[in-house]
């Protein structure tokens, strides 16, 4: 099985099939050639004429929708296959989204594949796995609407005959200015066999009713479409419009949020390998007290934080990637913790490679400062560090619960005894 280094040396995290490692090296290659230098300015977003040219150009290249089955126009990789593509594709910041593997198109498009309709499939997942449009996810909301807490759930929707009726303002709503359609989540009342609860529908964003509130204007710029807010007046849509099951959305939008949370940390991961290479290169040439800076104990010690960092996120990325495979319930768990340590590894990455590489690092000559910006929000969005942890501590103390429960002993007891000598 031949093996392409990923940045710094360092090598993948897990062995994989040859036809995904011929994808990555693929997808290597086609960044570094193709996607790099066309890369705008820091700071500036990608223009979109220049964003499809690029795309048009990966489809030739046989590296488009790593994560998009076949039939749909894409490369097929299974969940436990991404992490490698992604993060190739993350090395550059528009890398991503020239390979329709960004945020929020990738998490929509993977829970259209598995939870769609026919129907549904036809209308939003083949032209959006085609590039030809964008979409959004509706869940934030204004305070004392959801956020952190998705329970907090404020929008409603309304059955009106066959079909329903949307009300709720929507807040961070990722890539909206550019969305044809955005996937809602509403509370619905209990009706018949469907429970009280939320729901998801899908709504074009042409729909009457439907309209883009103030922008939010963020650290980060490289997203398409912004993060706007979203408001739904009086917004009827038919109920072909429900995505999964009336009264089920919390749970059919696990099948989304788990691998979501996981393609985030692959494409950042990506990045900060990017920064880790600016660091080694500049350490590697510039000298300083007499001797090259990769040689000074104080820049090793920053370079090997940084190599750590990167091996255990690689680490627990593929973990987690193996077990959404078989255990999504388990890997939507694990997620919580892959996302809270990569989130804040690859900030302390990048955040490294800035200090390495001094003035420069903190200027427009070299991308670090704005990478930095980019992965800061990632420590918020998709549930902060903070929320993520306390649902954590959450889980192990109730699982301790449990297995003290089911017969394993209590440890909170010191025997006397045992101790003695």
């Not at 150009?57 to 097929?76: E, I, L, T």
């Not at 800035?354 to 991308?367: E, M």
């Amino acid at each position: 099985m031949s093996g392409v280094p990923f940045a710094g040396g360092i090598g993948p995290g897990a062995s994989f099939p040859d036809e995904v490692q011929e994808l990555r090296a693929r997808t290597r290659n086609f960044i570094r050639s193709t996607v790099i230098p066309a890369e705008p300015r820091p700071g500036q977003a990608l223009n979109l004429a220049v964003r499809r040219e690029l795309s048009e150009a990966a489809k030739a290249a046989g590296v488009y929708a790593p994560h998009v089955s076949k039939d749909f126009g894409g490369q097929g990789l299974a969940v436990e296959h991404w992490s490698p593509v992604f993060q190739e594709a993350g090395y550059s910041p528009i890398g991503p989204a020239v390979l329709n593997c960004m945020a929020p198109d990738e998490g929509n498009m993977h829970m259209l594949h598995l939870i769609g309709t026919a129907e549904q499939q036809r209308r939003y997942l083949a032209p959006l796995a085609a590039g030809e449009i964008s979409s959004c996810f509706a869940m934030s909301e204004p305070h004392p609407g959801a956020g952190s807490d998705p329970d907090a759930l404020l929008t409603t929707a309304i059955r009106d005959g066959k079909g329903w009726v949307i009300n709720g303002r929507k807040r961070f709503t990722s890539g909206a200015t550019f969305a044809s359609f955005a996937i809602v989540m509403a509370r619905t009342a209990e009706s018949g066999t469907a429970p009280a609860g939320a729901t998801m529908f899908l709504v074009p964003m042409a729909t009457p009713g439907v309209s883009l509130g103030a922008p939010i204007h963020t650290m980060d710029k490289y997203l398409p479409g912004g993060h706007p807010h979203v408001d739904f007046d009086d917004v009827k849509v038919p109920a072909a419009a429900v995505l999964g099951e009336p009264g089920m959305g919390f749970k059919h939008a696990q099948v989304r949020l788990g691998p979501a949370r996981l393609t985030h940390c692959m494409r950042w991961l990506g990045l900060a390998r990017r920064a880790l290479d600016i660091a080694l290169d500049r350490t590697n040439s510039r000298e300083i007290f007499g001797t090259h800076i990769s040689q000074l104990g104080i820049a090793q010690d920053m370079i090997a934080q940084s190599v750590i960092d990167i091996e255990t996120s690689d680490a627990i990325i593929t973990q987690c990637a193996a077990l959404l495979g078989v255990d999504p319930r388990s890997g939507s768990a694990l997620s919580s913790v892959t996302k809270v340590h990569c989130s804040e590894a690859v900030y302390r990455i990048i955040d490294r490679a800035v200090q390495l590489c001094g003035g420069d690092g903190v200027s427009d000559g070299l991308p670090l400062a704005q990478y930095l910006n980019e992965v800061r929000p990632f420590r918020i969005y998709d549930g902060s560090t903070e929320t993520h942890k306390w649902a954590i501590a959450r889980r192990a103390s109730a699982a301790r619960r449990h297995a003290v429960e089911a017969g394993e002993p209590f440890q909170g007891t010191v025997n006397a005894d045992r101790w003695q000598r």
